[in-house]
């Protein structure tokens, strides 16, 4: 069980770490999606984009 991160006497919620990281991954899966054309394969990349970055976070939630 995660406890809660203490930044500058201020408790922040663990799953704010994790939201952050899964946002970091997304960031560097956009480079990858730039090279691959990504929006040539799906019909609303935003919406794509978005699925796949709450996958992102259930994996990372699930890991750590």
Known sequence: MQHDLTIGGIL????IAYALIAFALLVALRVVFRWIRFGRFVANPPLAEAGIYVCLLALVVVLL
Do not use: E, K, L
């Open 12 to 15: 922040v919620s663990p799953f």
